[in-house]
């Protein structure tokens, strides 16, 4: 029984269940705090754990510490606002409550507490994994919840399975809210999480800034493509345009220039579900024709986003395979800007590929005969380039990734007079046949060259020239090799390896889905759902009121339905009346008024064939029932499915 | 004795959110804004699971208390000042084991239980008197903050049917009258008494509304039926109590009760007249209550 005394006076132990959960609330936020928090507020946690034998602080001690860790995490982030200050004064604030919790009340204000904490942690990365942590966090928080409420009398497992039982039936009914809820476009106050530690393409490209995204297997973005995906050697998903350039380093040229138009066949429409990377890029295939919205085309027919992509974005394009514009003098001189310190043994080598009046084709084929006769290498771990890493790479060292090939190449073209530029992009990706679409990783970053040849610009891959095979089948096989080197075991022709692939395709799978339907599921898609599910223009009014509607009709069947409790009926009782419908089916229906006994003489006197039988049932009944008889129980049950009426007396009986 | 019972059905049990629910609520809240806020799915997701999980621990709440009778027992009477006593006896005739049921009087504080399957509880609801009378039952109610202390189930009040009786304070001193030989001629022959103080003189058989103090317990072992050991008595007398003419009504029954109490406890074979039948002299506790009683109700005959 509970005891009022150790209630009122002086604090209990907190529940351990409750510690637990509030640690597990902060777990997946360990590393985006300072760890002194966590110090902290493990320390005060601790001392309330010890507090039985240990002196608890005092009120005043207690402001003192509130003010301490707010002037603590004031002096770290110079404000109080934004996540991870306000993240960190919530770790230390629910510590410094669990230090003076006393009451039950206390220890559901903690419980809440940790729900807060678990939002921090949905917003920072909202992945299918937390998402499965929060569902076991949530049935977690519901047994200590009963263990706050009620401490004894119930076992752990009883509330356990209590809780999961209610969060199963729990889950149709979210799910509902979840569909209906009106989404509203554009947030409250517009702030969002900046998601942390992007990594992914940059505006610049030096020897060495892609190879290093080799290692990295983030999802850059997915592509969804309407009607057949192109091959996996056409998938060149345009970022970055790099005309400048000082000999070692490309960069964005100036913002000028024409846009030109799109266009030729086979136009490709597809949908691309953009991972957050903190800038305004949008990866298109080769050439868009249209920008989405909230969006433009750029002078390099490169797409950008009117704000930096902090969620993930999900937009549609359709992309032609050339774009026709002019070359304005000023861009022309832009393309073949090159470096007053260029090496002349490039100089030379382009201009042998320029002689005898070559036609732009021509000097292109070159300049790609001379990397295959010249075995140039195709390496993930090229070797350092130095300070002219063209002429290093060009002359000396002859291998290298694709960053290499496309400065060298772009240098050689400029230099033999034809515009070019560095493109940087994606290529390949993988297509996932489970989820059908294209999943595009870190790893596939690629970069490229775009010449001007008859008026449009030309894509030429030099990569792929000269590793064909390393860059259309083999890519995978490479990075295997790498992972390999890096201490991972296994053949990639394993079994093994190829359960390994097989799981991994699933998991992405489930994660475009989970992209699909919890991270991107807005207004727009909210709206896409219901059409498809027959209800067209849901505006927010009406998906407001249908909700409310729904929450208050929800509540009231609860009320009526919830307490309906299922009678135990007794099982003699329910065995008679299977004898009483039998019999009633042969026209002898029990009237309400007639007891066991006056009904059996009643059926006797209709069909005395029956006598034997209806007696016997009837004694055991009474037996079973009033006597409470086991073995009456079983007799009457055993006669009763032995007991199979016919309509019609059999003949020789009849009187 | 108990008065037919009442069992709570579905549409006497209601519910509302209790203090740590409204903060629940108050934190659905805020999940909710971040949730429009970052546009974030998931959290969206984890606040109606939260809003479904709470919804619908009141299907648990609800059956907390369904199917629960209230029994009535019979009321403990008291002096005036002191606290009566209305037994109530809770029934859980259920497989389903109830937990933290409280029991709450119109005033005062509840007593909270845990009944398991098929338990009962008798729960004595102590009720503070000021006048004297009849004492008009509390109304009782059950709840409970079961399963999550989220919501309270209540059930609406309970009204407890049989009225307790409070006697007449007894006044600090009052003498007895003189008292004069019993007119009882059975028991003047025999010169005994029923009541202890004197040598014992013999069995007789045992009136009703006699003491059990003296049933001579060998004699109903050896299948003799209820005997009485007799006294000679120095104490059998009889006295008549009266109500004085004059004074304040309750000071006149304060006394009157103490003579009551004061002449149980003597002894005495007392009767008593205040108003209607005179009540005939007797003793034992049985004659003690219906004398006290009628001391209790006695305003209400006379207006």
Not at chain 1, 400 to 408: K, M, P, T
Not at chain 2, 103 to 126: N, Q, Y
Not at chain 2, 131 to 137: A, E
């Amino acid at each position: 029984m509970k005891t009022p005394s150790a209630r009122e006076a002086g604090p209990q132990a907190l529940p351990a269940i409750l510690v637990a959960l509030i640690a597990c609330s902060f777990v997946p936020l360990i590393t985006h705090l300072p760890w002194w928090t966590w110090a902290a507020a493990a320390l005060f946690v601790a001392w309330r754990a010890g507090g039985l034998w240990l002196r608890l602080p005092s009120r005043t001690l207690r402001w003192v510490l509130v003010l301490g860790v707010t002037a603590l995490v004031y002096r770290r982030f110079h404000t109080l606002l934004g996540e991870r200050p306000g993240m960190s004064l919530l770790v230390l604030l629910v510590g410094l409550k669990a230090l003076e919790a006393r009451s039950q009340r206390d220890s559901v204000i903690l419980v809440l507490l940790s729900y807060i904490a678990l939002l921090g942690s949905l917003l920072v990365h909202p992945s299918l994994f937390i998402g499965l942590y929060a569902l076991a966090f949530l049935v977690a928080s519901f047994v200590t919840l009963s263990v706050i409420s009620q401490p004894v009398g119930l076992s752990m497992r009883r509330r356990w399975r209590q809780a999961f039982i209610l969060l199963l039936q729990a889950i149709p009914l979210a799910l509902i809210a979840y569909v209906v809820f009106p989404r509203i476009a554009g947030g409250l106050w517009r702030s969002a999480p900046v998601p942390i530690g992007q990594t992914g393409l940059t505006a610049v490209l030096r020897p060495g800034s892609l190879s290093d995204l080799l290692s990295s297997r983030k999802v850059a973005m997915r592509v969804i493509f309407h009607g057949t995906p192109p091959p996996k050697s056409q998938r060149y998903f345009r970022a970055y345009v790099l005309a400048a350039t000082n000999g070692r380093v490309w960069r964005e040229g100036p913002p000028e220039g024409k846009v030109g138009r799109s266009r030729g066949q086979p136009r490709r429409r597809y949908t691309v579900l953009l991972n957050p990377t903190g800038n305004r890029v949008l990866p298109a295939l080769d050439w868009p024709v249209d920008a989405p919205r909230h969006a433009t085309i750029m002078a390099g027919g490169v797409v950008r986003a009117q704000h930096r992509i902090r969620h993930i974005l999900r937009y549609r394009l359709e992309s032609a395979p050339v774009r026709r514009g002019s070359l304005a003098p000023a861009e022309r001189r832009e393309d073949l800007a090159l470096p007053s310190d260029l090496d002349p043994r490039i100089v030379a080598l382009a201009r042998r590929f320029a002689s005898r009046g070559a036609s732009p084709a021509t000097i292109v084929h070159r300049a790609l005969a001379y990397f295959v006769r010249h075995h140039f290498v195709y390496t993930l771990t090229p070797p350092a380039m130095g300070r002219d890493p063209v002429r290093r790479f060009l002359f000396h060292v002859r291998a290298g990734y694709c960053e290499d090939y496309a400065a060298a190449f772009a240098t050689l073209m400029r230099a033999a007079g034809l515009p070019t530029r560095v493109v940087v992009g994606f290529f390949g990706g993988e297509f996932n046949p489970d989820g059908g679409d294209v999943i595009v990783r870190e790893w596939d970053a690629h970069s490229w060259t775009e010449v001007w040849i008859g008026g449009v610009w030309r894509r030429v891959d030099p990569t792929a020239v000269v590793a064909p095979g390393a860059l259309h089948e083999g890519v995978g096989a490479l990075r295997r090799l790498l992972e390999e080197r890096a201490g991972q075991s296994g053949s990639y022709r394993s079994w093994w390896g190829t359960f390994r692939h097989q799981l991994r395709l699933w998991q992405d799978a489930a994660t475009t889905n989970w992209d699909n339907w919890v991270i991107d599921y807005n207004a727009r898609r909210q709206a896409a759902l219901l059409r498809r599910l027959g209800w067209k223009n849901a505006g927010l009014a009406s998906l407001g009121i249908v909700t409310l509607t729904l929450g208050v009709l929800v509540a009231s069947l609860l009320k009526t339905l919830g307490g309906r409790t299922r009678r135990p009926q007794d099982p003699a009782l329910r065995a008679y009346g299977l004898y009483c419908g039998r019999l009633a089916r042969i026209g002898l229906a029990r009237r309400d008024s007639e007891g066991p006994r006056d009904y059996l003489a009643r059926a006797v006197a209709a069909r005395p064939d029956l006598d034997l039988q209806m007696t016997a049932i009837t004694a055991a009944y009474i037996e079973a029932r009033y006597a409470q008889r086991s073995a009456a129980l079983a007799r009457l049950r055993l006669r009763v499915r032995s007991f199979r009426p016919r309509a019609q007396p059999p003949r020789s009986v009849r009187p | 004795m108990s008065f037919p019972a009442q069992t709570l059905g579905r549409r006497s049990v209601y519910l509302l959110p209790t203090r740590e629910g409204l903060w629940f609520g108050a934190t659905l809240l805020v999940l909710l804004l971040a949730a429009i806020n970052y546009g974030n799915g998931l959290a969206y997701a984890i606040t109606f699971l939260l809003a479904s999980l709470a919804t619908l621990s009141s299907t648990a709440a609800q059956r907390n208390l369904l199917g629960l009778s209230v029994h009535e027992g019979l009321p403990r009477a008291n002096f005036v000042g002191s606290p009566v006593t209305f037994r109530v006896i809770i029934v859980n005739p259920s497989a389903l084991p109830r937990f933290g049921i409280t029991i709450t009087p119109e005033r005062g504080s509840g007593r909270t239980f845990d009944l398991a399957a098929h338990e009962h509880r008798t729960v004595d609801i102590p009720w503070q008197t000021r006048r004297r009378g009849p004492v008009t039952p509390p109304r009782v109610r059950l709840s409970s903050r079961y399963p999550f202390g989220l919501l309270r189930a209540f059930s609406r009040h309970i009204p407890l049917e049989d009225p307790a009786i409070a006697y007449p304070a007894p006044a600090p001193h009052a003498p007895l009258p003189s008292g004069r030989p019993s007119p009882d001629s059975e028991q003047e022959a025999l010169g005994v008494s029923a009541e202890g103080g004197g040598d014992f003189v013999g069995l007789s058989a045992l009136r009703p509304g006699e003491s059990p103090r003296h049933i001579h317990w060998k004699a109903v072992a050896a299948g003799r039926g209820l005997m009485v050991k007799r006294f000679a008595g120095l104490a059998e007398r009889e006295v008549w109590l009266t109500l004085p003419p004059v004074g304040d009504i309750e000071e006149r029954l304060s006394r009157l009760c103490r003579q009551v109490l004061d002449a149980e406890q003597q002894g005495y074979r007392y009767g008593l007249t205040v108003d209607g039948p005179p009540l005939v002299p007797n003793a034992g506790p049985l004659h003690l209550e219906a004398c006290l009683s009628t001391l209790a109700l006695y305003e209400d005959t006379v207006r």
